[in-house]
């Protein structure tokens, strides 16, 4: 039952127990006390809301930053991960395969903010042999959800028999 009751509050967490009840086919007992027991195992993780900032008077910039580093002896990546995420304008922190091992991703006020969190911060530690900055100008779409102005039409021809 949690794959089902992880689905549906993926896509819409205002969902209440009784309406997940209802479209899951159990009680609202099952399913509040299946929702607490994922989020005691550390499966569900928060709640979040999906803003899109770029319509508020919120100034901010994205950047995602490409690292290289030289993992630590015994430790794997995950030391250096945990130094990382640990930064408060670090939002998200992916190891990763290809050209370089960690996407960090990060805010700040402004571009001089994530010039100098990266060469002060993550340029420094003793791990890292070199990043790439790069920022997000424009959110077209963000956790499956469209921010662009005025959606696009679906312009797929209709194919009859």
């Not at 794959?3 to 967490?13: F, G, H």
């Not at 803003?51 to 008077?57: L, M, Q, V």
């Not at 499956?144 to 696009?152: H, L, N, S």
């Amino acid at each position: 039952m949690f794959i089902e009751v992880l689905n549906k509050i993926e896509n819409d967490a205002k969902l209440t127990t009784q309406e997940l009840a209802v479209f899951l086919g159990k009680s609202e007992v099952e399913i509040s006390a299946e929702i607490k027991r994922m989020e005691d195992d550390g499966i569900i993780c928060g709640y979040h809301t999906l803003i899109n900032w770029d319509k508020t008077e919120r100034d901010y910039v994205t950047a995602l930053i490409e690292l290289k580093v030289t993992p630590a002896r015994g430790l794997g990546f995950d030391k250096i991960a945990g130094r990382i995420y640990r930064y408060e304008e670090v939002k998200a922190v992916y190891l990763m395969s290809g050209g370089y091992d960690f996407m960090v991703i990060i805010e700040g006020k402004t571009m001089k903010d994530i010039a100098l969190f990266v060469t002060g911060k993550l340029a420094t530690l003793e791990s890292v042999q070199s990043t790439a900055t790069h920022f997000v100008l424009k959110k077209y779409k963000d956790h499956g959800e469209v921010f662009a102005d005025g959606k696009p039409e679906d312009e797929r021809l209709v194919v009859s028999p």
